[in-house]
């Protein structure tokens, strides 16, 4: 593990750091610490300019210099430059805040954690500056096109008793969909099947004869047309249960960009949110014993 980050945060983000490797014993293998910063960094930013402008610093906060050489095992800290964003519509409503946990109820399109071709636009970097929280982390995940009730620890040392309960599936979460009604879609019913998603892949997919590790309660609770709400209890957190369980049934929820099929929507477009919402969140607090109920306040059609 790395020491404690000589640079502050910047923009809720914590400086990125590398290390150089530790010495060979036939020698150092790079001429110089800018040799070794341009072969790891400069695919992906420019050094020079960032030496110039002493973006990259050592432990002690001294700048990496052009003539600074080779050091074994030393880290090197900076921040990483970002592209520009959209920012994404919608507010963050904290639904409950206390010493340990913050609970949101999370508008569509706005990613949960920094990641790929969303950093600002997160809901961990925005908070963390807005409520001055440097290290809030979320205790689950919500996809970026799913909207609703979010529980995040407000620093390191609440991760884990909470973290816990979600990996003994101790909390309990029901969602809500739009989509298709149906005369002969049995309700209640229990999809199970196995979902596999690769790495790098846009969709899911379902394994014929693996062993079942996805699982859905679907009941019909409102009928609206030709459209209704769904209420939807996993018993399983695969990516995209629940799309893909519904769009199985013949329901697709409404605007899904993947399922049942692709569409060509931009990333930057904001204008048909999914219609799913992750409504009610409860559990059993691990540190007093409380039983803890969060609902979203967000109601169909999600705009």
Known sequence: MPPRSPLPP???????WLRTPDRDPQGPPWPSMVAWL???????ADV????????FVYDDLTPVRVGDPYAPHTFVWFHRDLR????????????????????????PFLS??????????SVVVRLRTELDLPELTPLHRLDRVTSGVLLLATERRWRGPYQTLFEHRQVKKTYRALAPWQ????????????????????????????????????ELEERRGDLAVYRLSPRTGRTHQLRMHLAGLGSPIVNDPLYPTVADVSVDDFSSPLQLLASELELT??????????????TFPLA
């Open 10 to 16: 910047r923009h809720g983000l914590q400086a990125a």
């Open 38 to 44: 341009e072969h790891e960094v400069a695919p992906h």
């Open 48 to 55: 020079h300019a960032m030496l110039a402008d002493e973006r």
């Open 84 to 107: 520009d964003e959209v920012e994404v519509p919608g507010e963050i409503r904290v639904l409950h805040r206390d010493e340990r946990v913050l609970v949101v109820d999370k508008p």
């Open 112 to 121: 949960t954690i920094p990641r790929g071709r969303h950093v600002l636009q």
């Open 183 to 218: 005369e002969a879609l049995e309700s209640p019913v229990v999809v199970r099947n196995h979902l596999r998603k690769d790495r790098g892949a846009l969709r899911a997919e379902v394994v014929a004869d693996a062993p079942v590790n996805a699982e859905t309660l679907v």
């Open 285 to 298: 607090d691990p540190v007093d014993g409380t039983e803890r109920r969060w609902v979203s306040g967000r």
